[in-house]
């Protein structure tokens, strides 16, 4: 590459700021971020402190961004799930290519509409679904597509959201209602739909789903609890407890891992005194029984694939630790593994078990076992090759909102099977 791609960061938040644009500082010769809008100017302070972006290129407003001439090569959209549309239409007729944070939209029309805006404006569309740019998943499609186990027959995937997790995004955070971001199987999922696709290796033809928002609701609070973690009389007994995962819980508490996700998400500069503050006023701090929740805490999606390939996906709030485990099946032995510990196992049938040991990707920054990196590479890649389409663009994205989009429908009418032909009307 000649000189590095030029970006600017329409949202910057903990995806746009803190995922993917320390891509830069890494790796110079490849990125520069020169641009950036949000609607917080302590995230504009940031973004000139980190990346020495002048004054003058940094924006209240996609808004105001995107009413100046083209100022980079790549517009990375990373706004909240219901505001990624109007700035990604305005940025490929500006005639940016886009880094485009899934999902690219709740809404199956603005789906389509993108996709038909991308292709007129011939610019590349990569929307992030991380997981195909990991050496885990990458590994895998590649045996599949070997023949490995002989013939694909079906697919099991789970993703372990882990109990905090859920709490923090799913009870108390952005995506905890649909109206205002996304169903969770689209705001968190859409990610193994994608995966799932690409693994069989064929369109998908039907869905069946079934899924209800269980746990986190009033009725289940516990006696004497109360609106906020810290005025409540049971919160030892409480696993949800905001104390505990903000403050002293190994995996996600501030005593343990510093001023990091999820921490910077209720401040933008976590102290433990900040965070105490944001526990007594802010949301971040309620009970997870009594927010305003409604997204699924649990899901199954059931699919066929064109090709024959049958598929199952569950997804749950109900679990201590937070990863994806996948067992596919074929006509001559089976693969099983989980992305945290990057091992694949081969059961060829009647032969011993093979262990393919795919190694740790240990990069700060580089998160969802090292794809947020990898599609950035890729993207530099893709760009310097002239080409449009990418491994994650837009019409194989729009593929797995469809799925993700039929099994909300099929979900809504108890369970009924959706055709992806009926609702596909691109």
């Known amino acids: 590459m000649n000189k590095p791609i030029t970006v600017a960061i329409c949202g910057c938040g903990n995806r746009g700021l803190e995922a993917y644009a320390p891509f830069a500082l890494k790796y110079p010769d490849k990125m520069k971020v020169v641009a950036g809008a949000d609607i917080k100017p302590e995230r504009l302070r940031m973004l000139r402190e980190r990346f020495d972006v002048p004054e003058e290129m940094c924006f209240a407003s996609d808004l105001e961004l995107l009413a100046q001439p083209r100022l980079a090569d790549v517009m990375i959209v990373a706004t909240q799930d219901r ?6 239409m305005a940025a490929l007729e500006k005639g940016y290519h886009l880094l485009l944070e899934k999902p690219i939209s709740s809404s199956l029309d603005e789906c389509i509409a993108l996709r038909e805006k991308a292709h007129e404006c011939g610019r590349a569309v990569v929307v992030c679904h991380v997981l195909r740019y990991t050496k885990f998943y990458s590994v895998l499609e590649k045996l599949l597509r070997e023949g490995a186990v002989g013939k694909l027959q079906t ?9 905090w997790h859920f709490a923090h995004s799913y009870v108390r955070g952005n995506w905890r209602r649909e109206d205002e971001s996304s169903p969770m199987i689209l705001a968190k999922c859409c990610h193994d739909m994608d995966i799932i696709r690409w693994l069989a290796g064929s369109k998908c033809r039907s869905v069946q ?12 609070a516990p006696q004497g609890s109360a609106e906020r973690c810290l005025d409540c009389g049971v919160k030892d007994a409480c696993p949800y407890d905001a104390e505990k995962i903000y403050i002293t819980n190994k995996a996600s508490g501030f005593r343990s891992i510093g001023p990091r996700w999820p921490g910077n998400v209720l401040v933008d500069r976590p102290t433990e005194e900040a965070l105490y503050d944001h526990l007594r006023h802010g949301p971040y701090g309620r009970c997870v029984y009594h927010c305003d929740n409604d997204v699924c805490d649990r899901q199954t999606v059931s699919m066929e694939f064109e090709n024959g390939v049958l598929a199952t996906f569950t997804v749950s709030a109900f679990t201590e630790a937070c990863y994806r485990y996948v067992r596919v ?10 992305l945290d510990d990057n091992i694949l196992k081969i059961h060829r049938f009647g032969e011993p078990e093979e262990v393919i040991d795919i190694g740790r990707i240990i990069e700060e920054y580089a998160g969802h076992g090292g794809g947020d990196f990898g ?15 990418g491994l994650t663009g837009i019409d194989a994205s729009v593929e797995s909102h469809l799925m993700g989009l039929a099994a909300e429908i099929s979900r809504h009418d108890g369970g009924k099977t959706v055709l992806l032909s009926d609702i596909d009307h691109g």
């Open 155 to 163: 697919i099991d995937a789970m993703e372990h959201v882990a109990y």
């Open 375 to 389: 599609m950035l590479h890729y993207l530099c890649d893709l760009l310097e090759s002239g080409d449009t389409r």
């Open 83 to 88: 505001l990624h549309i109007r700035p990604a």
């Open 329 to 338: 099946t074929g006509t001559m032995g089976d693969i099983e593994g989980n």
């Open 209 to 220: 789903s079934f899924g209800s928002l269980d746990w986190f609701r009033a009725e289940n």
